[in-house]
């Protein structure tokens, strides 16, 4: 839910293209599944990708810093991934992992294999997220 609050609340300043939210989910190659929340908000400052999961960083006004620290401990609490990168052309995309089954979580893995696109027998694009 915080993903697509900040999403939503990211695009609030968007006024010379539409706003658009866009929820993807599917499974990954290897046992895991996937929830992807896309925005095209004003995205993602490369100077300031390595801190995003930082506890009391936020680029809000009126933010504390604490959503996105707390969203990866919880992600990586049942053994998955919380990772950022940019949205082409615009906005942030940021994509939670999880295990399928409880080995896979305590195993940990990460593949790094793309995701299928559900139902469609193609490759979804996997952004470049970063890995911080």
Excluded at 41 to 64: E, N, V, W
């Amino acid at each position: 839910m915080n993903l697509v609050v900040n999403a939503v609340e990211a695009m609030n300043g968007v006024g010379d293209r539409p706003r658009e939210l866009t929820i993807v989910s599917g499974e990954g190659d290897a046992d895991d599944v996937f929830v992807e929340v896309k925005d095209t908000g004003p995205g993602i400052d490369a100077a300031h990708l390595d801190r995003l999961f930082q506890s009391f960083y936020t680029t809000k006004t009126d933010g504390i810093g604490m959503g996105l620290a707390i969203s990866r401990s919880i992600a990586e609490a049942h053994g998955g991934r919380l990772a950022a990168a940019k949205n082409k052309p615009q906005g942030a995309v940021f994509r939670l992992t999880l295990p399928i089954t409880e080995a896979t979580a305590k195993a940990g893995t990460d593949t790094g294999h793309s995701a299928e696109a559900a139902g469609t027998g193609q490759s979804a694009p996997k952004p470049p997220f970063a890995a911080v």
